[in-house]
C-alpha cells in the first residue's frame, strides 16, 4: 500500500524507549527512573521493534475540524511485543480492527495516502499484515 521507497525508509525510524537492566522491564514512553526500581534502577536506551497487538479500541467519530477528512477514526490501546502499552491512532477502516489483531507502529511525516486521504506522521500504527 505504500510505495517500495518508503518501506525502505520508514525501518529507519524505530520506537525509542527504555529499559531496565535490574528487572528487564521495558517502557515506552521512555523513562529516567525505573519505577519498580527506583535508585537500583539501571536504564538504557533500546530500539523497540513496534509490533504489537491491539488489547482495545475505540472508534472515534468526532475529529477535529482539520481532521474531518480522517474520521471515523480508530484509537487504539496497543501493547508492544516488549510489554508497554500504548495508546495510538490505528490506521485502518473501523470495520477491520480487532481485539487480539497484531499491528506495526509507523514513523514520521510521509505524505498522503491516496485512497483514504490519511496523513501520516509521528507515531501510528497499521495493521501488521498488510505491511509485512
Ligand atoms: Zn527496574
Redesign the pocket.
Known amino acids: 500500500m505504500l510505495p517500495r521507497f518508503w518501506r525502505k525508509i520508514k525501518y529507519r525510524y524505530n520506537l525509542v524507549g527504555t529499559y531496565?537492566?535490574?528487572?528487564?522491564?521495558y517502557y515506552y514512553p521512555p523513562r529516567n527512573l525505573?519505577?519498580?526500581?527506583r535508585r537500583?534502577?539501571?536504564?538504557k536506551e533500546v530500539q523497540l521493534s513496534g509490533k504489537g497487538k491491539v488489547i482495545s479500541y475505540s472508534i472515534v467519530h468526532d475529529a477535529p475540524e482539520n481532521f474531518k477528512m480522517m474520521k471515523p477514526y480508530v484509537v487504539a490501546l496497543i501493547q508492544l511485543d516488549e510489554g508497554p502499552v500504548i495508546t495510538s491512532q490505528l490506521v485502518c477502516k473501523p470495520e477491520e480492527v480487532k481485539i487480539g489483531m497484531r499491528v506495526k507502529a509507523i514513523f514520521r511525516k510521509y505524505g498522503e495516502e491516496g485512497e483514504s486521504g490519511i496523513i501520516y506522521y509521528g507515531t501510528k500504527f497499521v495493521p501488521d499484515e498488510k505491511i509485512s
Request: with cysteine; charged share 30%.
Open positions: 531496565c537492566e535490574n528487572c528487564g522491564t525505573c519505577p519498580k526500581c537500583k534502577s539501571r536504564i
